[in-house]
């Protein structure tokens, strides 16, 4: 039973599109982080959410924790190739990361 | 400055030999994480010590794995003997502990057991 679930898995689109990422628990976590990971590395940090109902915007990503802290959203908008990996949301519990299966984004030029 | 670094970054090794994965973390890190990350179960924590003391390993598969942290600056993982369904990429983590969960990843030990 995965705890954190992430959808879509996948998800291809063209270069200019918006696109939003999805990442739902039934849990409540006292923070959530988007990490993004390129092929041959290990994750990366986007961005953490602390407060239930906090956006974020990151340039053309903006993250929005939701109001109970149990589920939040990745929107991109206009989308480009350089966007193209594998989006982990992360909850945060006990002093350790849960992470989601992860959303696989793939930008066509 | 150096991040997370694992060795060796591929391994290939026969089912039922011995495999050893090292990883030394971010200077002043105290938190260190060993993950595992397959196509089909994605990413998942087998381990994580605090201090060098293990605190958590309730994710390890089972007692073919092994982890050890001697002192602040080196963790190993170890499979014993090796199957085939260990293929995977391990990843090691480190983190401040307490400083908002933030974990650095090394880039990933790719293991294949034939």
């Known amino acids: 039973t995965q705890l954190l679930e992430q959808s879509p898995q996948f998800l291809s689109i063209q270069e200019g599109e918006n696109l939003t990422v999805y990442c739902n628990s039934s849990s409540v976590f006292s923070s959530l982080q988007w990490y993004r990971q390129e092929p041959g590395e290990g994750p990366v940090l986007l961005v953490t959410v602390v407060t239930g109902g906090e956006v974020k915007k990151l340039k053309r990503l903006t993250f929005q924790f939701g109001d109970a802290r149990k589920d939040s959203s990745l929107h991109i908008t206009a989308a480009q190739p350089g966007d193209t990996g594998l989006y982990l949301c992360a909850g945060a519990r006990g002093g350790k990361l849960i992470f989601g299966q992860g959303t696989e984004l793939s930008v066509k030029p | 400055d150096a991040g997370v670094i694992q060795s060796p970054r591929h391994e290939v090794t026969e089912m039922g030999q011995e495999v050893t994965l090292r990883c030394k973390p971010i200077s002043g890190h105290n938190s260190l994480f060993w993950y595992r990350q397959t196509m089909m179960r994605g990413l998942e924590l087998l381990i994580y010590?605090?201090?060098?003391?293990?605190?958590?390993d309730s994710g390890m598969p089972e007692d073919r794995f092994s982890a050890k942290m001697p002192n602040a600056s080196f963790s190993t993982l170890k499979i014993q003997p090796s199957e085939p369904r260990d293929s995977a990429v391990y990843f090691c983590?480190?983190?401040?502990?307490?400083?908002?969960?933030?974990?650095?990843f090394g880039a990933g030990t790719r293991l294949s057991v034939l």
């Open positions: 983590a480190s983190s401040v502990q307490g400083a908002k969960n933030i974990q650095y």
């Open positions: 010590f605090n201090n060098n003391v293990p605190i958590d």
